[in-house]
């Protein structure tokens, strides 16, 4: 039998994950050290894990609401007010099983077949394939190396045309290391404003964000939603947190566009535990959410991230000098070696888009 023949048009369009490949190579290879998966390598903070192991033990495994625990929605609302001053009710949070449901599940609602969402790149691998599986044309817009991988404008505003729904963007971008500043997302936020406009409909920002926890070089991280309205934000705790394995995550975005997610929410996907908040006495103290202080209770994250600026401080200011580093994400460490010959390309290459 030929199963090919089998498989739905869209499923033989995707390709497989490049990242993947080398996570199952170095998964069979004692003493490797894998730099394809975007996993922390400090445990999971212990009142997350501890919080874990007593909801197992108090027997809270039963289905959830879908959109996720009220009172964690709650706690998301307030974090998202507290770190960014961005103002969202539980109504307009929905809890998803990690960052990349909350992307799929965004690009299912508010994407059809026949448009068009551009993708800056160089991106993580799946964006192109989840645009294609619901039948639309991803439209990539390259970031030069020269620009520090910064959002190409002039190319976005090229590439907008009366078939784009959206743009899903990544800051800090993976694999590049690049965070946007205000200056970027003001001019992109203008560029979307005008075609919106121009075109007669809305045309939205998807901004993925599971790696904004992770700065240590001093400049401010902005937030995309805070310069356009239609923007749906992604996210994940398994950066942040060292949640990879629990696959937790979220999107915001105002009410008009959480009118789509919803129903799709309801239809494509089962219910899960979520981190169980529906107890004050059973809630997890989540460093960075639940805690007021936010990062100082996360010590294994931040000594770390200390100890290789420390150590490598030399490297960094060379490479910072050289154009290869702007001191604000570890992804940007990858590009060193090209100090000794030439390694960025080769890092971009393996498994990503460029």
């Known amino acids: 039998m030929n199963y090919d023949e089998l498989l739905a048009p869209a499923a033989k369009l995707m390709r497989p994950s490049g990242i993947r490949k080398f996570f199952d190579l170095a998964a069979e290879m004692p003493h490797c050290i894998s730099l394809g998966v975007g996993e922390p390598d400090f445990k999971t903070p212990w009142t997350i894990r501890d919080a ?47 960052g990349s449901e909350a992307i799929d599940l965004t690009i299912r609602a508010l994407v059809k077949p026949g448009d068009e969402v551009i993708i800056p790149t160089p991106c ?76 007669g409909h809305r045309i939205f920002l998807i901004s993925d964000e599971p790696y904004r ?14 310069f356009y309205d239609d923007t749906l934000t992604c ?3 398994s950066k942040s947190l060292s949640l990879p394995g629990e696959r937790i995550g979220y999107v915001a975005a105002n009410p008009r566009c959480e009118e ?9 996907r089962t219910d899960r535990a979520d981190v169980r908040a529906d107890q ?7 460093p960075g959410v639940t805690d007021p202080a936010g990062r100082g209770r996360m010590p294994g994250r931040n000594q770390r991230l200390g100890r290789v600026r420390n ?37 971009l290459q393996k498994g990503h888009e460029v």
């Open 280 to 286: 004050p006495r059973n809630r997890p103290q989540l």
């Open 311 to 347: 150590q490598h401080g030399a490297d960094l200011r060379r490479a910072e000098k050289a154009g290869l580093y702007r001191g604000q994400t570890l992804r940007h460490l990858l590009y060193l070696p090209q100090s000794a010959g030439g390694g960025r390309q080769c890092v």
């Open 260 to 268: 789509g997610l919803y129903p799709a929410r309801y239809r494509c």
């Open 213 to 226: 926890e992770i700065m240590f070089g001093g400049q401010p991280i902005q937030y995309a939603a805070k």
């Open 124 to 199: 993580w691998v799946s964006y192109s394939e989840i645009v294609k599986l619901v039948g639309a044309t991803p439209v990539y817009v390259p970031c030069a190396p020269e620009e520090n991988f910064d959002l190409n404008l002039t190319g976005i505003r090229s590439a907008i045309s009366s078939r784009t729904k959206a743009i899903l963007i990544n800051t800090p971008n993976n694999p590049s290391g690049a965070a946007y500043s205000a200056e970027t997302l003001t001019g992109l936020a203008d560029r979307l404003r005008a075609a919106s406009a121009k075109y």
């Open 52 to 98: 874990g192991i007593r909801s197992l033990e108090q027997g809270r495994t039963r289905y959830t609401a879908n959109a996720g625990i009220k009172e964690l929605r709650a706690e998301i609302c307030r974090y998202l007010a507290r770190r960014m001053e961005l103002n969202y009710q539980p109504s307009e949070v929905l809890v998803t099983v990690g």
């Open 235 to 237: 996210y994940s705790f």
